[in-house]
């Protein structure tokens, strides 16, 4: 699967999750974006709100946060504007189907939230809307996350496979999550279940959990960023990743393939050139005679490696030795009748 030119099986894919950390403020908006881009992410996320089509009308408070922190749609774009001009791809989440159909042209890749895991209109209408679909778990069941990737992949233009267009993210919706409760677990079960793209959405502190993800073969990472974790008292601040802090991360990040290397494929090591001083070589215990027949006693094992290896003593005792050898001299073949 690719995300713009990213194909998410060369490396990781590393989302910064702006979110509602702006709060409705323009120019902390541009300065979080900026940030997060520096600090290496992949992808910039914002979420995309009509507050009176995601919660219900009675919820009065709930729809006057949601009000004083959303942005204009010419703020919204100026965002995705930085953000490319800088190398990176913009992202959303819509919370509603109009909303999705409005913006799709103008994202790189769809999000959609955890809760809305079970949301078929929105499933199937970021099927259709021809871009890369990162879908999060939170709360859900195994069977309700194969449910969603069977409604997602049934709504896909003819042609295209889920595993192309789908990736999935192991996602606790505990805002923070504790780490006992991270279930990285999950992660690998999901890729053997979904035979998808499988990758992590994390809401623990700290970086701790994203980097082990990594490890367990997650390909996309969704971490929240802020510019400062006590920046206010709305919750998200202090989940996120200060610059500092998801720079680590993206350190990570881009370094994943070059640290898992290929194994013992082709033989190749790199560490080769320190056996000779580390490893070691038989030399004379004593001094042997000419004509002597060698045995355990006369042999000792010291660096650097030369001559013959440890393992090789077979081949040394028993055998006379050619011209006297004298104490920690190298044994080597020509020394050995």
């Not at 159909?101 to 949301?119: C, M, T």
């Not at 367990?216 to 709305?234: C, M, N, P, Q």
């Not at 393939?257 to 490893?279: N, P, Q, S, Y």
């Amino acid at each position: 699967m690719k995300i713009g030119s990213i194909d998410l099986a060369e490396r990781p894919f590393l989302i910064a999750e702006i979110g509602n950390n702006h709060e409705g403020n323009p120019d902390l908006a541009v300065k979080l974006v900026d940030a997060a881009v520096a600090a290496g992410a992949d992808a910039v996320k914002v979420q995309l709100i009509n507050p009176l089509r995601l919660v219900n009308r009675s919820e009065a408070q709930r729809i006057a946060q949601l009000s004083r922190f959303k942005l204009e749609r010419d703020v919204f774009l100026e965002l995705a504007r930085r953000v490319r001009e800088r190398g990176a791809l913009f992202m959303a989440s819509a919370f509603d189907c109009d909303t999705l159909q409005d913006w799709a042209d103008d994202l790189d890749a769809v999000k959609i939230a955890s809760g809305d895991l079970d949301f078929d209109p929105m499933l199937r209408v970021a099927a259709k809307c021809g871009k890369p679909v990162v879908l999060s778990t939170g709360m859900s069941t195994l069977p309700e996350i194969e449910r969603a990737v069977s409604v997602f992949s049934a709504a896909l233009p003819p042609g295209v496979a889920a595993k192309d267009r789908l990736a999935v993210l192991h996602c606790v919706s505990l805002y923070p999550t504790p780490l006992a409760l991270a279930n990285l677990s999950a992660i690998a079960e999901l890729r053997d279940r979904l035979g998808l793209t499988i990758g992590y959405s994390d809401h623990t502190l700290g970086v701790t959990a994203a980097t082990i993800a990594l490890g367990l073969g997650a390909r996309v990472i969704e971490k929240h960023f802020t510019l400062d974790k006590a920046y206010s008292e709305f919750r998200d601040h202090a989940l996120s990743a200060e610059p500092e802090e998801f720079a680590v991360l993206a350190e990570a990040a881009r370094s994943f393939k070059d640290i898992l290397g290929r194994g013992f494929v082709g033989g190749e090591l790199a560490d080769a050139a320190t056996r000779a001083v580390a490893r070691r070589g038989i030399v004379a215990a004593r001094e042997i005679a000419a004509g002597a027949t060698i045995t355990a006693i006369d042999l000792d094992y010291v660096r650097p490696a030369t001559g013959f290896p440890p393992s090789a003593a077979e081949r040394v005792i028993g055998r006379q030795a050619r011209k006297p050898l004298a104490l920690h001299q190298v044994i080597r073949e020509e020394d050995l009748a």
